[in-house]
């Protein structure tokens, strides 16, 4: 008995699976199809697996140019944290590169995450928000010598204001 609901457990769980990977979504909004959902994404069952190619996209990495009154410069990237930061920071890099295309709404946020990092360095009076997406080439293109590297995707250059 107790390995017939093993089974019967697995395979449902596997139909989940192809349901997500298929990018089906499942109709209703009673209390089991908001259940089997809730599982689903609790389990990663509803993942689309878009991680194989040739859907992945390029990484791309948030870099803060700073410089001083003196001219001095230095920098610091999304990578400088922990893991786990690192990780959210990317989703948020992601999400405005991808899925917000209102400039000024870009604009707002950058200046929001550069004046978060310019708090962090009281001696900065400018910042460089610098988007880089990192630039994979086809296999022909690497064969013909073509190199990985960083272009600039989006920039903003924010100053500190002045205290009154």
Known sequence: MKLRIAITAGLLHLVLVIIGAAELNLPGDNFAARAIR?????SAANANY?????????????TFHFTDADGRQYSEDTDAQAREVTLRF???????????DNEPVRRSIAASWSGRVLAKYPAA???RFVLDEYQIPTMAEYRAGQTM?????YVAQFERRRKP
């Open 50 to 62: 878009s991680f194989f190619a040739p859907s992945v996209g390029s990484p791309l990495r948030a």
């Open 125 to 127: 009076t400018k910042v």
């Open 149 to 153: 590297s960083w272009k600039e995707d």
């Open 90 to 100: 990317g989703n948020m890099v992601d999400a405005f590169r991808n899925k917000i």
């Open 38 to 42: 809730f599982y689903a994404s609790l």
